[in-house]
């Protein structure tokens, strides 16, 4: 608070004073009152995306941006990507959150810039299905992915949120699902409807992200999301509207879930596989399961935002972190589920020739139905429900009344 | 002529300043509160004055609760904080400076951290709370995180300095004379503090409330790390309308809505304290 402006209010002013403070604002209102410009686009006719690949070339460079902790630290495959292709590059860990990221990118891209990057980064989700249908992503030349289309496994093609890989490839994906604290549990839980249990009153975590929540809500009910209606939706959230209020939920958590339930401050929680998989690594007592009724299962995507000034690099470094080797050096330390099946042959090779602590850890990773799920869990499985902008708004309101009450 | 001028001109570039950071984007802000539309296709001006209604409907218990939080911690703060900055002021001997550096220590630590650390202390098993627990001399189902308690304590914790230092100086600039004055005329030392050194302090509580009063209320980062499920505050709402839904409308109809609200509340109080005196001090 200004005390100046705030002296200047409680001195008594002339009317004069008043109307040219009134004009300046006018004036300032006049300037704001173009707003935020709409620009949805059309997706690009086939022809035009092939124009603008023709007139693309090497240029030797590529930017990356990715989350923390999504490359090992000594930045191997990229290092190895290097010297094979002569493309040197920039690795940045710039992307904390998706609807942060997109809220900081949209105005740039909005006015023509370009981001200074020629990866980024994206999960499925409202503001990936933003980034597409704005025209932010460009369109992905397939010819140039001939790893993808031989190494990517045939559940991580075909996502109805990107139909055809048109602009994004997978990097890296994760089951939500019920991590447990397997000190308090002894049991672990099968049911989605443990999260809903009075016995852990008080002891059981969700996640804040509308979507997230509103999946397992419609799980509880037995709805598929991605079929859900809003009378679904409405329904879901009566249910976790009372989970709430009989006081089941301790916390609505965006990300430090996983050191609550590992030190014991909620016992079952909705976590991601991922996250788990490091815990029980280091030996801490946590427990996952994909409940019966259903989990979900989400990708981080890469994919080459409008205006990038490397596009061609940028494909090649995507194409060839989809050889094997490349992905398995990277699964080894992301330790999420790579969209490459055949990494699960490369580390096990690899686990003849381990010793000590790796062997254990490379054990452990190609055992864990965390890191490769059964065909059982897969059949649990299912995605986000892509929302319209209008649906979005009902959509959030349900859930958001929930989490932020 | 030139004289005359050059206040103006030196002053030129802080008033730039002012109109295109502060004016502008307010007036900006203005106007997107009353337009419509969506992130896809665009957001117009509509003069829809009903995202005020709505937003104000929609929110106002986080609204409420808001200022119930922000004015319990303010008053925490200044019973914490005053005795303090006595005691530094009149007791601090010639350590005067070195206890107020300890006191903006914590500041050298990013404001997030210090209240994460708040979450990693008093967590259900953490380090303090686990002990105490495992030797059964609190219920296993204690907890101070995830209560409107904590979310209080953490505000007060993290304003608490901006309250202490204006107390500070106004006590500072209390005339020792005029007190040996009161005690040479058979005051009792209640009645010194009663009298002299409680009214000449004021503005300095008063200024400190501005200081603290108006983050508080806003602060989105207390209530989402130490807060549980029913303590969510305006300032989490505000984010997740920007930030997370792309409603910049709905976002920037609250955001003038809280500043309506905390204006006139400052207002009043302003008024109630007695404004000439106060403002000076504020500003000094």
Redesign the interface.
């Given at each position: 608070?200004d005390?100046?402006l705030?002296?200047g209010?409680?001195t008594p002013r002339t009317r004069r004073n008043v109307l040219k403070l009134g004009g300046?604002?006018a004036a300032?209102?006049a300037?704001?009152?173009?707003?935020?410009?709409?620009?949805?686009q059309a997706a690009p006719k086939p022809d035009a995306v092939k124009d603008f690949w023709a007139k693309q070339k090497k240029n030797g460079k590529v930017v990356f941006a990715n989350w923390p902790e999504y490359m090992p630290e000594d930045q191997a495959p990229l290092k190895a990507f290097s010297q094979a292709s002569g493309i040197s590059y920039e690795y940045k860990e710039v992307i904390q959150e998706n609807?942060?990221f997109?809220?900081k990118s949209?105005p740039v891209l909005a006015a023509g810039q370009s981001l200074g990057y020629d990866i980024v980064v994206m999960t499925n989700g409202v503001q990936l299905q933003?980034m597409i249908?704005?025209g932010y992503a460009v369109p992905l030349d397939h010819a140039q992915l001939p790893n993808f289309a031989a190494n990517a496994g045939d559940k991580y093609k075909q996502r109805a949120y990107d139909p055809g890989n048109q602009y994004t490839v997978p990097y890296t994906s994760g089951i939500t699902g019920i991590a447990y604290n397997t000190d308090h549990v002894k049991e672990a839980p099968t049911s989605i409807q443990a999260l809903f249990d009075p016995k852990y009153k008080?002891r059981v975590g969700m996640h804040s992200d509308?979507q997230e929540i509103g999946n397992f809500g419609m799980f509880a009910i037995g709805v598929d999301p991605e079929k859900s209606t809003e009378a679904d939706w409405r329904k879901a959230g009566e249910l976790l509207k009372k989970q709430?209020e009989d006081g089941i939920?301790?916390?609505?958590y965006?990300q430090n879930y996983i050191d609550?339930v590992s030190?014991?401050?909620v016992w079952l929680t909705m976590g991601w596989s991922g996250d788990v998989f490091q815990r029980q690594l280091a030996g801490e007592p946590v427990g996952f399961v994909v409940p019966q009724e259903g989990g979900t299962i989400w990708t981080d995507n890469m994919l080459i935002p409008k205006g990038a000034a490397n596009p061609v690099d940028a494909l090649m470094l995507m194409d060839y972190l989809y050889q094997p080797a490349a992905a398995a050096q990277l699964e080894e330390y992301i330790q999420y589920i790579s969209p490459v099946p055949a990494v699960k042959d490369i580390l096990t090779q690899k686990l003849g020739t381990a010793e000590g602590e790796d062997k254990e850890g490379l054990q452990a990773m190609v055992d864990s139905p965390l890191i490769f799920p059964t065909d059982a869990d897969y059949a649990k499985l299912r995605a986000y429900r892509s929302l319209t902008?209008?649906e979005?708004?009902v959509y959030?309101g349900i859930f958001?009344a929930i989490t932020?009450? | 002529m030139r004289s005359r001028l050059t206040p103006y001109l030196l002053a030129l570039p802080s008033w730039i300043w002012l109109g295109a950071f502060l004016?502008?984007p307010?007036?900006?802000m203005?106007?997107?509160s009353t337009?419509s539309?969506?992130?896809?296709?665009?957001?117009?001006?509509t003069f829809s004055f009903g995202n005020y209604a709505d937003a104000i409907s929609q929110y106002s218990?986080?609204l409420l609760r808001s200022l119930w939080y922000g004015g319990a911690a303010t008053l925490a703060m200044v019973l914490i904080g005053y005795p303090v900055a006595y005691w530094i002021a009149f007791r601090g001997g010639n350590r005067k400076a070195t206890y107020l550096f300890l006191l903006l220590l914590p500041f050298f630590v990013s404001f997030v951290l210090r209240t994460i650390s708040w979450n990693f202390m008093l967590?259900?098993?953490?380090i303090l709370l686990g002990p105490l627990k495992d030797w059964g001399l609190l219920p296993s189902?204690f907890?101070i995180?995830?209560t409107a308690f904590a979310v209080i304590s953490g505000l007060t914790y993290n304003w608490l300095p901006f309250m202490i230092l204006p107390i500070y100086v106004s006590l500072e600039r209390v005339d020792p004379r005029v007190m040996e004055a009161a005690h040479d005329l058979y005051a009792s030392r209640t009645t010194v503090f009663r009298k002299i050194v409680l009214p000449l302090s004021l503005p300095g509580v008063f200024?400190g409330v501005?200081?603290t009063f108006?983050p508080a209320v806003a602060d989105p980062i207390n209530a989402?790390v130490l807060g549980?499920?029913?303590n969510?505050m305006i300032g989490?709402?505000i984010s997740?309308l920007?930030?997370?839904?792309?409603?910049?409308p709905a976002a920037a109809a609250l955001s003038f809505s809280l500043m309506a609200v905390?204006?006139v509340g400052?207002?009043v109080y302003?008024?109630a304290l007695g404004?000439e005196n106060v403002?000076e001090a504020?500003?000094r």
């Open positions: 608070m005390p100046l705030l002296r209010m409680t300046l604002s300032a209102l300037l704001a009152a173009c707003g935020v410009q709409g620009q949805k609807a942060e997109f809220g949209r933003h249908e704005l008080g509308a709430r939920v301790r916390k609505y965006e609550a030190k014991g401050d902008t209008a979005e708004q959030n958001q932020q009450a | 004016v502008v307010l007036a900006a203005a106007s997107v337009q539309g969506n992130v896809i296709d665009g957001f117009v001006q218990p986080q967590s259900g098993d953490g189902d907890q995180t995830a200024a501005l200081m108006v989402a549980g499920t029913n969510t989490n709402i997740t920007y930030l997370t839904n792309a409603n910049y905390l204006l400052i207002f302003a008024r404004t403002l504020a500003a």
